[in-house]
């Protein structure tokens, strides 16, 4: 009975190797295959002329991260482009709640050396740091880290991550201006047609309801990536969109937030845009066309108490 005993204590751990080994051999399967798909997204989406910006970021003193995301349509020809989208996101690891706070774009806003002006035009004026320059200096808004996406690479990286589209329910026609005709009801979208649907402003909303389906779309788009079938697409679509995207968050600091979007909790996203409700009004200036008038000091406020809670 002595030796039958020792003789299967001597086979445990040989058997625990061999399940480490299984375990490995997997790893290194599944790793291949998405540097594999990585490198396809990238060899599929081709090259694209990148610009070195200065960005001053801090970092946030509570330990959570703030991100400028900036999209941009860049136009064959164009030196210099307007950032189209603009908005602050912010993820705190402690309590795994992520906020995101919408920048209208028409707001007429004091423009660090500059005069006053629209704030999509700090961008156009001194690219991503002139803009957080902006934002702190009118809002009190910190950000650590810049994100710049080209629209393009929004499209190409859809089509990586759903061939079959994105289920959205268009709640309107839409077809002016934004590339694409789209038609009312429950629809899956390629990424030309998402794109075009969370661009749409031609309508009583005008900037406000675009601002409404960009943080829809930003939510059904993390849906998607953190499913299993989007979890096995996301190494393409990262290689889909990198030529298309510029950032000053290190490779290392990219896998930590890839990793906590994997299990991040989309019902956890809270949304705020500025201006907010009956803090502006409509203007018109002569040289800078149709602006929002805002109440600076009530929308700092706002800000503040949305970002700190």
Do not use: C, W
Not at 67 to 89: F, N, P, W
Request: charged fraction near 30%; charge should be positive; hydrophobic fraction near 35%.
């Amino acid at each position: 009975m002595e030796k039958r005993t020792n003789r299967k204590k001597k086979r445990k751990p040989r058997i625990f190797r061999r399940i480490l080994f299984t375990i490995l051999l997997v790893i290194l399967m599944v790793g291949g295959y998405a540097a594999y798909q990585f490198y396809q997204g990238v060899k599929q989406a081709g090259d694209t002329e990148k610009q070195d910006f200065e960005f001053n970021g801090e970092k946030d003193a509570n330990g959570r991260i703030n991100v400028l995301l900036i999209g941009i349509d860049k136009r064959e020809g164009d030196q210099k482009s307007h950032s189209d989208t603009m908005m602050v996101a912010q993820y705190d690891p402690k309590t795994d709640q992520a906020k995101i706070v919408s920048l209208m774009r028409d707001m007429y806003v004091p423009i660090p050396g500059y005069d006053d002006n629209k704030l999509n035009t700090a961008y156009f004026l001194g690219g991503p740091e002139l803009l957080r320059k902006t934002l702190k200096q009118d809002f009190d808004i910190d950000v650590q880290y810049y994100m710049m996406i080209d629209f393009k690479g929004f499209e190409h990286a859809i089509d990586a991550l759903a061939p079959d589209g994105i289920e959205i329910n268009v709640e309107k026609a839409m077809s002016k201006n934004i590339g694409v005709s789209l038609q009312p009801g429950v629809q899956k979208l390629n990424g030309k047609e998402l794109l075009g649907y969370a661009r749409f402003r031609h309508d009583s909303e005008s900037d406000f309801g675009r601002v409404r389906r960009q943080q829809q779309v930003i939510k059904v788009v993390t849906n998607e990536i953190t499913s299993a079938n989007g979890l096995a697409k996301a190494p393409k679509m990262l290689g889909t969109i990198q030529p298309y995207v510029q950032t000053n968050i290190s490779a290392i600091d990219r896998l930590s937030l890839m990793k906590e979007l994997f299990f991040f909790n989309t019902n956890n996203i809270k949304s705020l845009t500025l201006p907010i409700k009956d803090t502006y009004s409509d203007a018109r200036i002569d040289g800078k066309g149709l602006v929002l008038q805002v109440d600076m000091e009530k929308n700092k406020q706002a800000v503040s108490e949305f970002l700190n809670k």
